[in-house]
């Protein structure tokens, strides 16, 4: 019971680090590119999680064989997840991206029954719908003009999305066999290696290569950057496993969406965007859909074991 307790507190803590990085993203966006923030934040990442090892704060004990095993999650999240979200923003518009993405929960529930066979209740299904209606709500209302869909551009922010529900479903599995720190090192190796790699092919067709470490001398994205590096990738990471090790990967998914309503409500706080009352419906529609996930299955243990106790 206490490690659930402690499961669903990293979920929340990773929601909140996820929820509030879209502000510090947008700070880095105005100095670098996307790539080059990417490549920036996992090389930030890399080096802490190095600095942790080196300063014998956390052990690692890993083979070649278990770089292979873990390779895929890696590849998965944050290698494909946020290279298909890169360029399927380029395509699309965020409000597309924004919905497309909302349906990770469901994603991740189809494969959580099939390879992990999760058992969810019929109201614990239905909790996941909700709280995906509530984020595609939100998005609908607010940019009811939605631009016309680009296939290409759809096509791979839904790449994204099964990227993410295939890392939740890969991740439950690999946290029974490895210590979470093992995991976490392995993506941010591949995180940097794959976003580095991209980058600086980029700047080299371009001719730009002397710029590429440019970003680092402006202050603000010094800031944001290291909050975008240490919380939102290497210590999200740490979380997302921790979480899953403890938790159902479709219990812990429906956590993005709340992701979002955080995202908004920072927003709202810090760039003083107008909060309509279709946030706060929206919100309300999430809200019970992550608590029906997550508790409703509880709630149908709990009858079953007093009817036992009662027949005894």
Request: aromatic share 12%.
């Amino acid at each position: 019971m206490l490690q659930n307790k402690k499961a669903y507190l990293a979920a929340l803590l990773y929601t909140c680090i996820i929820g509030f990085s879209f502000l510090f993203v947008k700070l880095s966006l105005t100095v670098a590119s996307p790539l080059d923030t990417l490549a920036h934040r996992f090389t930030i990442s890399l080096l802490v999680a190095i600095l942790l090892i080196l300063f014998k704060k956390i052990r690692l004990n890993i083979t070649f064989k278990d770089i292979v095993v873990i390779l895929p999650i890696a590849v998965l999240y944050p290698a494909l997840f946020f290279s298909f979200q890169v360029f399927g923003l380029v395509y699309t518009s965020s409000s597309e991206a924004g919905i497309i993405q909302a349906t990770i929960p469901i994603f991740t529930l189809v494969l959580a029954t099939f390879f992990l066979k999760e058992h969810t209740t019929k109201w614990q299904k239905i909790s996941i719908v909700i709280s995906v209606a509530g984020v595609i709500y939100i998005f609908v209302m607010k940019d009811l003009n939605v631009e016309g869909a680009n296939i290409k551009g759809v096509l791979l922010i839904l790449l994204s999305a099964l990227s993410s529900a295939g890392y939740n479903v890969l991740a439950r599995k690999l946290t029974k066999r490895y210590q979470i720190f093992e995991l976490t090192f392995i993506m941010t190796i591949i995180g940097c290696v794959v976003f580095n790699s991209m980058a600086i092919t980029n700047h080299i067709t371009n001719h730009t290569l002397s710029r590429y470490f440019l970003p680092f001398t402006n202050e603000k994205f010094l800031v944001a950057i290291l909050y975008l590096g240490i919380l939102s990738s290497l210590c999200t990471s740490f979380l997302s496993n921790y979480a899953l090790s403890k938790i159902e990967a479709s219990k812990m998914s429906v956590f993005s969406n709340l992701a979002t309503l955080i995202t908004m409500i920072a927003g709202v706080i810090f760039l003083h965007e107008k909060l309509h009352y279709f946030h706060v419906v929206g919100a309300i529609i999430i809200v019970i859909g992550i608590i029906g996930t997550n508790f409703s299955g509880n709630i149908k243990n709990m009858s079953h074991s007093k009817v036992k106790n009662n027949a005894g």
